[in-house]
């Protein structure tokens, strides 16, 4: 799948009329250094064109953007016989970088871009998912942490933001990971951790839950779309659902972890405690192993095992079709306790689940058929993400972008 790093199809959710005028401030300076970021050098008449603001709001945004040096005047373009030379924008911060750190079931992986949207660097390291040992795993996502840092040092550039994306929910204050079952732990001081291990750790930085970014990340691929649950499948199975526009957290940070929705009575006991989970019928771990693929999930690591069995599936081979018929119908039920719950307009399956939506997709229509035969009940659409397993981590480099770009705010007030 070829993927827009830079973002350029997405539209911001929110419209400026719904927000307050801080916001739409911030707002407002995101579309200008966001129109530079996707079109390059530009005059103020260009952006008004282009993004829909006057030319007098372009102006004086402009000037904020160029005092905060996230824009700067390029060279003057003169055209023959007109009179005043045109000043095109563009965007400054040639020694500004922003670092994701992403820490799934299977390795840490560091994604350092320039604030145009440019991958400036991308490694991973395998952790080899010691289960119940977070300082062992700190120890590789403090290591990774260090070599972008010193690559980023390397090409002159300043970390503005660090953001780490876990693949669990997070929450409390300080932000830590309240619980991974995919790596055997609880509450988990993940920045803390990092701090104590890496020189130079950056000042401005955010832990996130990775299904919250993937979402609202995917979601800006839907314009329209206000209730939207988001629901995916690499390292065990996590959601998050988006209500009226706004992302529900939940009153203790859990909402949306759909793995744990007991659906099978008197099935097995999950590392949650519960009996029965949708993680344990149709987890990752539960299908590769029901499928015959142990051997290749501990050689290769989940994200390569899931990638072949996808591959099984499509291709009809047996043992995996089966495992998969089986898993589908549980993956089917708990979209429909989902749907029946929040109504949402869209669905949108992500990790491997978005190779094998069409299924999932079936699955769904066929049980949730004659919900209340009036129609409205059978109007949810299930669709595959766009961005699959990369959802988080480009939904976090936007995310801390789109920050960046409404810095100015910040030194305003
Ligand atoms: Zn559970």
Same mark, same amino acid.
């Given at each position: 799948m070829s993927l827009d790093v830079r973002g350029g199809k997405r539209r911001a959710p929110g419209s400026a009329s719904s927000l307050v005028s801080a916001d739409v401030r911030a707002h407002n300076l995101g579309i200008v250094a966001r129109y530079l970021a996707e079109n390059g050098p530009s005059s103020r008449s260009q952006i008004a064109e282009g993004s829909g603001l006057t030319r007098g709001a372009v102006t004086v945004l402009a000037s904020s953007l160029i005092e905060a040096a996230v824009v700067r005047e390029a060279q003057?373009?003169?055209?023959?016989?007109?009179? &005043?030379? *045109?000043?095109?924008?563009?965007?400054?911060?040639?020694?500004?970088?922003?670092?994701?750190?992403?820490?799934?079931?299977?390795?840490?992986?560091?994604?350092?871009?320039?604030?145009?949207?440019?991958?400036?660097?991308?490694?991973?390291?395998?952790?080899?998912?010691p289960m119940g040992r977070p300082e062992l795993i700190l120890d590789v996502l403090a290591a990774t942490l260090d &070599?972008?840092?010193?690559?980023?040092?390397?090409?002159?550039?300043?970390?503005?933001?660090?953001?780490?994306?876990?693949?669990?929910p997070v929450g409390?204050?300080?932000? +830590?990971? *309240?619980?991974?079952?995919?790596?055997?732990w609880g509450h988990v001081d993940v920045i803390g951790g990092l701090r104590a291990r890496v020189q130079g750790f950056p000042e401005a930085v955010r832990l996130v839950?990775?299904?919250?970014?993937?979402?609202v990340a995917e979601q800006g691929f839907n314009p329209g779309i206000k209730d939207l649950c988001y629901v995916k499948s690499n390292s065990g199975i996590g959601g998050a659902l988006i209500v009226d526009g706004k992302l529900v957290r939940g009153g203790f940070g859990l909402a949306g972890a759909l793995g744990h929705l007991p659906v099978r009575p008197g099935g097995i006991v999950c590392e949650c405690g519960q009996i029965g989970c949708l993680v344990t019928v149709a987890g990752p771990d539960a299908v590769l192993i029901a499928a015959g693929m142990g051997e290749e999930?501990?050689?290769?690591?989940?994200?390569?095992?899931?990638?072949?069995?996808?591959?099984?599936?499509?291709?009809?081979?047996?043992?995996?079709?089966?495992?998969?018929?089986?898993?589908?119908?549980? *993956?089917?039920?708990?979209? +429909?306790?989902v749907a029946v719950t929040l109504d949402p307009q869209l669905i949108v399956l992500g990790g491997y689940w978005s190779l094998l939506s069409e299924s999932i997709? +079936?699955?769904?229509?066929? +049980?949730?058929?004659?919900?209340?035969?009036?129609?409205?009940?059978?109007?949810?659409?299930?669709?595959?993400?766009?961005?699959?397993?990369?959802?988080?981590?480009?939904?976090?480099?936007?995310?801390? &972008?789109?920050?960046?770009?409404?810095?100015?705010?910040?030194?305003?007030?």
């Open positions: 003057p373009k003169y055209k023959a016989g007109k009179g &005043r030379p *045109i000043v095109p924008l563009e965007l400054a911060s040639d020694d500004v970088a922003l670092l994701v750190l992403q820490l799934d079931a299977d390795k840490a992986t560091a994604l350092l871009s320039s604030v145009a949207g440019d991958v400036l660097l991308r490694i991973a390291e395998p952790h080899g998912r &070599r972008a840092l010193e690559a980023s040092r390397e090409m002159g550039r300043r970390v503005a933001e660090l953001t780490i994306v876990a693949f669990a409390g204050d300080p932000v +830590q990971v *309240i619980a991974d079952t995919d790596l055997g839950g990775d299904v919250h970014v993937a979402a999930l501990h050689r290769d690591g989940l994200t390569s095992a899931l990638a072949e069995f996808s591959r099984r599936v499509l291709v009809g081979e047996p043992a995996a079709t089966a495992v998969w018929d089986e898993a589908r119908v549980w *993956i089917a039920r708990s979209l +429909q306790l997709g +079936q699955s769904f229509a066929e +049980q949730r058929k004659g919900f209340f035969a009036t129609g409205a009940g059978s109007a949810v659409r299930v669709v595959p993400g766009r961005l699959g397993d990369d959802a988080a981590l480009l939904g976090a480099l936007w995310q801390a &972008r789109d920050r960046y770009f409404s810095g100015p705010l910040e030194i305003k007030t």
